[in-house]
Antibody, heavy 118, light 111 residues
Framework: DVQLVETGGGSVQPGESLRLSCAVS????????VTWVRQAPGKGLEWVSL???????HYADSVKGRFTVSRDNSKNTLYLQMLSLRAEDTAVYYC????????????WGQGTKVTVSS | QSALTQPASVSGSPGQSITFSCTGT?????????VSWYQQHPGKAPKLILY???KRSSGVSHRFSGSKSGNTASLTISGLQPEDEADYYC???????????FGTGTKVTVL
């Protein structure tokens, strides 16, 4: 079965950092595209980043320069390093397998909550 | 990148059919076949229900169908059931970003 499990969420103060993990089973991250999507409380879905199978990362303008996506092929795990966090980064963060054949996400993790507040 | 426009809420009685829209531009919905729809129940992760405008994801009921005309895609739920009560989001490829774009979301209420 294909499964993604996010961990690493928590409560931090503005300006602090956090690293989210997305542990994958059922497919190989080094051959796949994986995306991070977030959802602020009571709001809609927002695309955050996408990492291609060749490892090239892509980001939303709202996080560019502050967030970095990476992966550890040996652990079949992806990471989202978040620096200089702001109150507006408060959200549930989901990782999902992205299929370029239809430009969408077929399997999602359960999400991990990030709260940025003083 | 601006979000695709969806109605905030739609409601219907059990057994009825409802249709709601997802409006973009020629740079996204209107220009490509890459429109997907996701269903999200409260407190849960989104679930893919349709992709490539009309194709149902594995295991998804035939009561869900999709279409597109111009810059607007639509999702129809036939024979509305209580378990269809959820938030629904469209998404599309866009040639203005390396990421896709989501719709604003539609809350479906079963009366």
């Amino acid at each position: 079965d294909v499964q993604l499990v996010e961990t690493g969420g928590g409560s931090v103060q503005p300006g602090e950092s956090l690293r989210l993990s997305c542990a994958v089973s059922g497919f190989t991250v080094s051959f796949s595209y994986v995306t991070w999507v977030r959802q602020a409380p009571g709001k809609g879905l927002e695309w955050v980043s996408l990492i291609y199978s060749d490892g090239s990362p892509h980001y939303a303008d709202s996080v560019k320069g502050r967030f970095t996506v990476s992966r550890d092929n040996s652990k079949n795990t992806l990471y989202l390093q978040m620096l200089s966090l702001r109150a507006e980064d408060t959200a549930v963060y989901y990782c999902a397998r992205f299929l370029p054949t239809f430009y969408g996400m077929d399997v999602w993790g359960q999400g991990t909550k990030v709260t940025v507040s003083s | 990148q601006s979000a695709l426009t969806q109605p905030a809420s739609v409601s219907g009685s059990p057994g009825q059919s409802i249709t709601f829209s997802c409006t973009g531009t020629s740079s996204d919905v209107g220009g490509y076949k890459y429109v997907s729809w996701y269903q999200q129940h409260p407190g849960k992760a989104p679930k893919l229900i349709l992709y490539d405008v009309t194709k149902r994801s594995s295991g998804v009921s035939h009561r869900f169908s999709g279409s597109k005309s111009g810059n607007t895609a639509s999702l129809t739920i036939s024979g509305l059931q209580p378990e269809d009560e959820a938030d629904y989001y469209c998404s599309s490829y866009t040639n203005t970003s390396t990421l896709g774009v989501f719709g604003t979301g539609t809350k479906v209420t079963v009366l």
